[in-house]
């Protein structure tokens, strides 16, 4: 009988997403026979198998590299926080934004088609990631990344949930203070004009409302109502005024709230050409988990077994 090995239980779980113990079972009716194996859980398991790639993964962790003046920043999801401990899914991080920064992949399938080997997989990164599924049992994937080269960079990482990469001029203390300013105000843009035109658009239509609230306000309450050049000027200057908190060079300066970051810069003569920020999970939808329905099914799964 063929010798069931540690290694082909992961790589069968990461292929089929079944339990451990299943596997090593199928494995062990198999003969150590992957296909007959997979073939054995698909019949026990029904459609069970292959679950994991479609699980959210909304938790992560942020990893920067910078080397010369080529900087990297990416972000990797998992499905719990708890796997953000873990030393193999922290090395694959890690050594996925190196892989960044020295091979400039496309995208994100170009990245997982490196060259990597880790914890006996490989021999790609995706293959890595297939194998790290099976060994840790959650999913996981790489969810964005930014490279930057021919330019000084500055990065900040605020533990391991933010990330921030500056492109610049000038010196290297300012460029770092600027990144850890974004990690602490998260402006969306550089500056007013860069804004983007839809978050411009959905400002401006929520001041025009307030502005038709008080309006009818004052006209129950029997006050003088403002005259539409005002309430133009009204809303115009909520627009402005939410231009200036969202874009980063005008904004007080996290260290010194007397300056903002452009004067900062400026005193320190130093200019901020860009900036990437990533916050993980943003924009991602949690799965809210019912603890007390999820453990109600498994009892009457169990009952149901008996």
Do not use: W
Not at 33 to 38: I, L
Not at 123 to 134: H, Q
């Amino acid at each position: 009988m063929a010798a069931i090995t540690a290694s082909m239980v992961a790589e069968l779980r990461a292929k089929t997403d079944a339990p451990m113990m299943e596997c090593k079972k199928a494995l062990t009716e198999a003969d150590g026979n992957f296909e007959k194996a997979e073939e054995l859980l698909r019949v026990k398991l029904g459609n069970k198998a292959g679950k994991a790639a479609a699980r959210i993964t909304a938790e992560g962790v942020i990893t920067a590299v910078i080397e010369g003046d080529v900087g990297a920043i990416l972000e990797t999801n998992c499905e719990t926080d708890f796997v953000t401990k873990n030393d193999s899914f922290l090395a694959l991080a890690n050594a996925a934004a190196q892989l960044v920064a020295r091979n400039n992949p496309a995208d994100v399938a170009a990245l997982g088609a490196l060259a990597y080997t880790q914890d006996g997989f490989g021999p790609t990164l995706e293959d890595v990631r297939k194998g790290l599924i099976g060994k840790i049992g959650e999913n996981m994937s790489f969810r964005r990344f930014k490279r930057t080269a021919g330019v000084k960079v500055a990065s900040y990482l605020h533990g391991t949930r933010i990330g921030v990469l500056v492109e610049y001029e000038g010196d290297e203390t300012a460029a770092k203070d600027v990144a850890m300013h974004v990690a602490a105000m998260k402006p969306v843009a550089l500056a007013a004009a860069d804004v983007p035109a839809d978050l411009v658009a959905k400002e401006r239509s929520v001041a025009a409302a307030k502005a038709d609230e008080d309006r009818k306000a004052a006209e129950a309450a029997g006050k003088p109502v403002q005259s539409d050049e005002i309430v133009a000027k009204r809303i115009e200057g909520g627009v402005q005024k939410f231009l200036k908190e969202v874009s980063l060079l005008p904004q007080p300066f996290v260290k010194n709230d007397k300056q903002t970051v452009e004067q900062m810069l400026k005193a320190a003569n130093t200019t901020v050409k860009a900036f990437t920020l990533y916050v993980v999970g943003e924009g991602i939808e949690k799965k809210v988990d019912d603890f007390a329905a999820e453990v109600a099914a498994q009892v009457a799964a169990a009952k149901q077994g008996a």
